[in-house]
């Protein structure tokens, strides 16, 4: 089966210019998450989708980032406009979540490296 | 929120040896998990543990629910398992998986 797929997987880009992360979440999943990584401060959850619906964005760290998911097989986050500080990896993930439960495996995908100039 | 740590922060050890790394977390959880991520970046989902034991060749982990931590033992060390070794967990009522800091492991041929 494929796994979870992101792209691109790298993008080096100038400060202001908008910024498109793509997802493909594993078929029949249920639940798609946007993580951010870096040095700072870890891996950290920017926001979580069930059923297409965003369920918290509160790690969504200002106005400028911006995710959508218009169907169950596909996700954007964007950054417009986007600053060196952004320069990060941003993983997608989902999982198949049902109701409240939580038990179940999260899988990554391989991650988008961004770099802001 | 939930804290969830990991120790040690950094352990470096020769092909062969054997290692525990351990993941402290703040509250009652649901779910468990341990992740590799390798030195490309890719995180790869090790185990699922929110209780008990198991194990997976040279890897095995446990989860003491009631005492909020858990294990994960890495025998007969090789180089591919260089890289850091993330703890995330969630928390009863809510969905996000949080990250512990990591474990960077270290193996020298």
């Known amino acids: 089966d494929a796994g979870v797929i992101q792209s691109p997987r790298h993008e080096v880009t100038e400060m202001g210019q908008e910024v498109t992360l793509r997802c493909k979440p594993i078929s029949g999943h249920n639940s798609l998450f946007w993580y951010r990584q870096t040095m700072m401060r870890g891996l950290e959850l920017l926001i979580y989708f069930n059923n297409n619906v965003p369920i918290d964005d509160s790690g969504m760290p200002e106005d400028r980032f911006s995710a959508k998911m218009p169907n169950a097989s596909f996700s954007t986050l964007k950054i417009q406009p986007s600053e060196p500080r952004d320069s990060a990896v941003y993983f997608c993930a989902s999982s198949l979540i049902m109701g409240t439960y939580s038990g179940n495996t999260i899988y990554f995908g391989e991650g988008s490296w961004l770099t802001v100039v | 929120g939930i804290q969830v740590e990991q120790s040690p922060p950094d352990l470096i050890l020769q092909e062969g040896a054997n290692s525990t790394l351990r993941c402290n977390f703040s509250?009652?959880?649901?779910?468990l998990q341990w992740f590799h991520q390798n030195p490309w970046g890719q995180l790869i989902n090790l185990f699922y543990?929110?209780?008990g034991t198991k194990q997976n060749g040279r890897l095995s982990a446990t989860t003491v629910a009631t005492e909020r931590y858990s294990l994960l033992y890495i025998s007969s060390s090789q180089t591919t398992d260089s890289g850091v070794y993330f703890c995330a967990v969630v928390n009863f009522g809510n969905e996000k998986l949080t990250f512990g800091t990591g474990t960077r492991l270290t193996i020298i041929p």
């Open positions: 509250d009652s959880v649901n779910n």
């Open positions: 543990i929110p209780s």
